[in-house]
C-alpha cells in the first residue's frame, strides 16, 4: 500500500504553522502549565492535519480484478481465418481466473462489441454483427478496445489480426492507451494460400491529339502464375480483348489505341481469372484529354431534320442520339463540349439524367442548347428540373391572367405498391402543379386505395402553401380500385363554368372491381372534360389506362422510371391550357448584341410560333417577339454557357427562317457560343491516399500562386465536399474522403488580368489496399507490442497471465483526516475552557477500578489460613 499527494506543495502550509507554534512555546516559558503544554501539542496536530487533508492524500490500494479484451479483424484480407480465431478464443478462455473479466470486439471499417465484459466462463460465439469490410483502421479498433475498459482500470488488449491497416496510424493509439496503463499482444495465424490476382496500375497519357496513338500501361500482380482475360473499354465501348500469361509477381503489359474521338476519354480495365478471391481489385480506370474538333450531343426524337448535317458541315463532330439512349453518368456527358436538346420531351429524361447534365454545365464548363418544339420547354415538362435551372430562361410565363380558366383534378394512387419513392414523387409532382396553376384556377387532389380519399376540396386556389401541405400529407394506404376515384373527379368537375377541365389518372396497380368507364367518360365529354392516364410499373394495368386516355381526349404515359412524374404532371398542367403556343406569324426584334446583329444586317425573317417562356435577370435576349417575350436567350450558369430558341428546326414554328440564307450559320452560332474554353494541361496531377482521406496533388505547370476554385464530381453527379489549400508555389493539395470510384475534376484559376484559365480531366480513386493480399505484418505487431509493453503470444492461456503492472486505486482520505482534526479541535476548546481536572477525574475514576481488580487477584493468590 503506498500514499500519494495530489497538492504536494501545499506542504509548504507547514512552514508557518511550524513559525507560529515556535513562538508559542517560547512565549509559554513565562508561565508554564501542563494545560499550555497541551493546547500547544493539541493545535500543532491540528494544524498538521488540516494542511496534509489540503494536499488531497490518496491510498493506492491493488486493484485485484484484470480485464483482458480480444480485438478480432473482420476485414477482407482477414477473414478466411474467422472459424480459427474462434477456436483460439476458446482456447484462451479456459485459462480464465475468478478475478479475470474478458470481452470481445471486432473491427475492420469501423469497430464492434461481440462479447461485453464478463467474468464468466463462456465459448466464443460466431460474430453476428454486420460491418463493413472494405478497410482496416486498426486505429479505431484500438481505440473502441481501450472505451470497453473500466475507468482508471488497466488492462490487456489482445489483437487477432494480420496486421495490414489500410487507414488510420495504430501507432498514434498504441501511444495514447500506454498512458492507460494498457498493454498489447498479439496474436500470428497463418493464413490459408488463396488465389489472387489484382490490376495495380493503369496508366495513359494525360492528354492527346486526335488521331494520335494512345499507350496504354497496366500493371498485373498475382501469387500464382495462370491465364487471365484482359479487357480495356473506351467511354464504355470495347477496344480490346485478350488473353494472355499473368507470371507470379509483379506483370507489365502494354496496348495502344488510335484516339478517333476528342473530349474527355475514359479508359477502363478489367481483368478476369479462375479462382480469384478477390473481384474488386480486378478494375480500374484512366482517363485522358483527346484535344481536336470539338464534339456536340444532338438529342432528338425520331423526327428528321437538318440540324445534324448543319452542325457537321461546320466541322464540328455531331454524335446523336434518341433521348432514351442518354448516358447515366457523368462520365458520359463529360464527352461532350456541348449537348443540344431538339424539341425533346422532358418525360423521356429521367431526374437523375437531369441532374448529370446540371452538374456538367455547372461544374466543367460544358455547353446546352435547347431548341424548340411542341414537346420542348414547358410543353415538355421542365418546369422545375434542373434543366430548367440551368436554362436562361423559366418556363412558367408572364401574362397567366390572359389564360383560359382552368379546372385540374389529380387522381394518384396511394395503395400499398405506391409506398416509397413512387409516392414521395407522385405528391412532389403534384404540388409543383400547384404552382403552374393561378389563384383563379380550380384544383381538386384525390388520392385512392379502395375508396377515394378527398385530400384537397375542388376550388379555386387561394392558399398555394396550403394546398401543397396537404398533398405533400398523403401517406400510404391500402388497395386499389380505380373507378370510385375517377367517378368522383369527373362529378366534381361537371357541373363548374370553366373552360378547360382536365383530369389527371395515375395509378402502378390494377383495379379490384370494373365500372362502366365508357359511360363516365362520355358523360364527361359533354361537360368538356378531357383525361390523360399514367401507368407507373410493371404491375399498372396499361390496357385499360391507355383506352381510358383514349376515349378520354388525353394522353397516356407509359412510365417505368418514377423520377419523370414531375415532368409528366407539369406537361399536362401546361398543355391543358393550351396557351403557352404563341402561333401568330410575326417578325422578331433584334436587340443590339455584336455577337448576333450583324447576321441580321440585310433583314430578319418571319417566324410562325414559338413557345412562351419569361427571361430570367440576368439572361441576354438577343431576340425577342412582339410580345417582349424571349426568341433567343443566353446566359452564363456556372462554368458552362447555356442558349434557349423557343422556335423550333423543322419550318413548321420556325416558317421563313429555315429558307433563310443564314440559317446554316444562325445554327452554327448557338453551338459555337456554347462551346467552353480550356487550358491545355495546366497542371500535373497526383492522386494517394492518406489517414482516410484521398489527396490530389495539383502542380501548375507555370509555378504561378495564384488562388484555385476547384469542384470534384463522382460518376453520379455529387458534388465532393473538398479542401483545397497551397502547399508551395504553385502547388495545391485537395482533399475529401476517401471512397474508391471515378472522379471528375474542374480547375479554374483566375489570372491577375482578370483572365479564367479552366482545366478538367478526371481521375480514379483505387481500390483499398484490403483487396491485395500481403501476409502478415509483423513489423508493426511487434511495434505496438514494443510501445505498450506486450508481447506475441506464443500459446492461447498466455492472454490471461498476470498483468505486469497491476493498476492501483485511488483512495482519499482527507475526510478522515478533516474528521480527526475536528475531534481535536474540540478537545484542545474543552482543555481552554475548563483545564485538565475534568481529564484527572475521568482518569481517576478509570483507574480506580484497576486497583479493585488488581487487589483481587491479589489476595486470590494468597494462601488461606
Not at 491540528?46 to 479484451?69: D, H, R
Not at 404515359?557 to 399536362?572: G, K, W
Request: aromatic residues 8%; neutral net charge.
Amino acid at each position: 500500500m503506498d500514499l500519494e499527494l495530489k497538492y504536494p506543495m501545499l506542504l509548504i502550509l507547514l512552514l508557518p504553522v511550524f513559525f507560529l507554534m515556535t513562538l508559542y512555546f517560547r512565549q509559554m516559558r513565562k508561565s508554564f502549565t501542563p494545560e499550555k503544554v497541551w493546547i500547544g501539542c493539541l493545535r500543532t496536530l491540528l494544524f498538521f492535519l488540516l494542511v496534509f487533508a489540503l494536499t488531497i492524500p490518496q491510498l493506492l490500494l491493488p486493484i485485484k480484478e484484470e480485464s483482458i479484451v480480444f480485438l478480432v479483424d473482420r476485414s477482407a484480407s482477414f477473414e478466411n481465418v474467422e472459424d480459427d480465431a474462434l477456436g483460439w478464443l476458446d482456447d484462451s478462455l479456459l485459462a480464465k481466473k475468478e478475478n479475470q473479466s474478458f470481452a470481445i470486439a471486432s473491427f475492420a471499417d469501423g469497430a464492434m462489441v461481440e462479447q461485453s465484459l464478463t467474468t464468466k466462463k463462456t465459448t466464443a460465439v460466431p460474430f453476428s454483427g454486420k460491418m463493413k469490410t472494405g478497410e482496416t483502421n486498426l486505429e479505431e479498433g484500438i481505440g473502441f478496445a481501450a472505451s470497453l475498459f473500466k475507468k482508471g482500470q488497466g488492462g490487456r488488449i489482445v489483437l487477432l489480426t494480420d496486421g495490414n491497416e489500410t487507414t488510420g496510424t495504430s501507432k498514434d493509439a498504441a501511444r495514447l492507451i500506454k498512458n492507460q496503463n494498457l498493454e498489447v499482444d498479439y496474436v500470428h495465424f497463418k493464413q490459408k494460400f488463396r488465389e489472387d490476382m489484382a490490376l495495380t496500375k493503369l496508366e495513359v497519357p494525360p492528354a492527346i491529339y486526335e488521331g494520335e496513338k494512345a499507350n496504354i500501361t497496366l500493371s498485373i500482380v498475382s501469387n500464382s502464375e495462370k491465364k487471365a482475360d484482359v479487357r480495356i473499354s473506351l467511354n464504355d465501348k470495347d477496344i480490346l480483348h485478350e488473353r494472355v500469361t499473368v507470371k507470379e509477381g509483379q506483370n507489365e503489359f502494354s496496348f495502344s489505341n488510335i484516339a478517333t474521338e476528342t473530349g474527355m476519354a475514359i479508359y477502363k480495365a478489367e481483368i478476369a481469372a479462375e479462382k480469384d478471391t478477390f473481384i474488386e481489385n480486378n478494375s480500374l480506370y484512366a482517363v485522358t484529354n483527346v484535344k481536336g474538333t470539338p464534339r456536340v450531343l444532338v438529342v432528338q426524337g425520331n423526327q428528321e431534320d437538318p440540324l445534324a448535317d448543319i452542325l457537321k458541315s461546320s466541322g464540328l463532330r455531331v454524335d446523336k442520339l434518341i433521348p432514351e439512349k442518354l448516358p447515366t453518368t457523368l462520365a458520359g456527358f463529360l464527352q461532350y463540349q456541348s449537348i443540344i436538346f431538339n424539341n425533346v420531351p422532358g418525360i423521356k429524361v429521367s431526374e437523375q439524367q437531369m441532374n448529370l447534365i446540371e452538374k456538367a454545365v455547372k461544374e466543367f464548363g460544358t455547353g446546352f442548347v435547347m431548341l424548340g418544339g411542341e414537346d420542348s420547354f414547358g410543353l415538355g415538362g421542365y418546369f422545375k428540373t434542373p434543366i430548367e435551372k440551368l436554362l436562361p430562361v423559366d418556363m412558367d410565363i408572364k401574362g397567366k391572367n390572359e389564360m383560359p380558366s382552368l379546372g385540374l383534378m389529380i387522381v394518384i394512387d396511394r395503395s400499398g405498391s405506391m409506398s416509397g419513392n413512387k409516392l414521395t414523387l407522385a405528391k412532389e409532382a403534384a404540388a409543383r402543379s400547384v404552382d403552374l396553376l393561378r389563384e383563379k384556377d380550380t384544383l381538386g387532389f384525390i388520392a385512392f386505395d379502395d375508396r377515394p380519399w378527398v385530400i384537397v376540396e375542388t376550388a379555386p386556389l387561394k392558399n398555394k402553401k396550403k394546398v401543397m401541405e396537404q398533398i405533400r400529407s398523403v401517406s400510404v394506404g391500402g388497395g386499389t380500385n380505380i373507378y370510385p376515384s375517377l367517378e368522383k373527379a369527373y362529378q366534381e368537375l361537371k357541373d363548374l363554368k370553366l373552360q378547360r377541365k382536365h383530369i389527371i389518372l395515375l395509378t402502378d396497380g390494377q383495379s379490384a372491381a370494373g365500372g362502366d368507364y365508357q359511360a363516365l367518360i362520355e358523360e364527361g365529354k359533354k361537360n368538356n372534360v378531357t383525361l390523360s392516364t399514367v401507368a407507373l410499373g410493371s404491375d399498372a394495368d396499361r390496357n385499360l389506362l391507355e383506352g381510358l386516355a383514349g376515349q378520354g381526349s388525353g394522353r397516356f404515359y407509359d412510365v417505368t422510371d418514377a423520377s419523370v412524374i414531375p415532368s409528366i404532371l407539369s406537361r399536362e398542367t401546361v398543355m391543358t391550357t393550351r396557351t403557352y403556343i404563341e402561333d401568330k406569324p410575326f417578325y422578331p426584334a433584334v436587340k443590339p448584341y455584336p455577337k448576333w446583329t450583324p447576321m441580321f444586317e440585310k433583314g430578319i425573317p418571319k417566324m410562325n410560333a414559338y413557345i412562351a417562356v419569361t427571361a430570367k435577370n440576368r439572361a441576354k435576349v438577343p431576340l425577342i417577339s412582339e410580345k417582349k417575350d424571349p426568341i433567343l436567350a443566353e446566359w452564363q450558369y456556372g462554368l458552362g454557357t447555356t442558349l434557349a430558341f423557343t422556335s423550333d428546326m423543322t419550318g413548321k414554328w420556325s416558317g421563313d427562317w429555315s429558307k433563310w440564307d443564314n440559317w446554316p450559320q444562325f445554327i452554327n452560332m448557338l453551338a459555337a457560343e456554347s462551346l467552353p474554353q480550356y487550358d491545355s494541361e495546366p497542371f500535373r496531377l497526383t492522386v494517394e491516399k492518406e489517414n482516410g482521406n484521398t489527396i490530389v496533388r495539383l502542380k501548375a505547370a507555370d509555378g504561378q500562386f495564384l488562388p484555385l476554385d476547384v469542384s470534384v464530381v463522382s460518376q453520379n453527379g455529387s458534388v465532393m465536399d473538398t479542401n483545397a489549400k497551397p502547399v508551395a508555389p504553385g502547388e495545391f493539395e485537395v482533399t475529401f474522403p476517401n471512397n474508391p470510384g471515378m472522379y471528375f475534376l474542374r480547375v479554374k484559376q483566375t489570372a491577375g488580368d482578370g483572365r479564367d484559365q479552366l482545366f478538367q480531366t478526371g481521375f480514379t480513386v483505387p481500390y483499398s489496399e484490403e483487396f491485395l493480399l500481403k501476409g502478415t505484418n509483423k513489423e508493426l505487431l511487434k511495434e505496438l507490442a514494443a510501445i505498450t509493453g506486450g508481447k506475441e503470444l506464443k500459446t492461447a492461456k498466455e492472454a490471461f497471465r498476470p498483468l505486469k503492472d497491476r493498476q492501483k486505486k485511488k483512495e482519499s482520505i482527507s475526510q478522515q483526516l478533516l474528521l480527526a482534526a475536528f475531534l481535536l479541535l474540540v478537545l484542545e476548546i474543552m482543555i481552554r475552557r475548563l483545564g485538565l481536572q475534568p481529564f484527572y477525574f475521568f482518569v481517576r475514576l478509570f483507574r480506580k477500578p484497576l486497583k479493585n481488580v488488581e487487589g483481587r487477584a491479589d489476595n486470590s493468590s494468597s494462601p488461606a489460613y
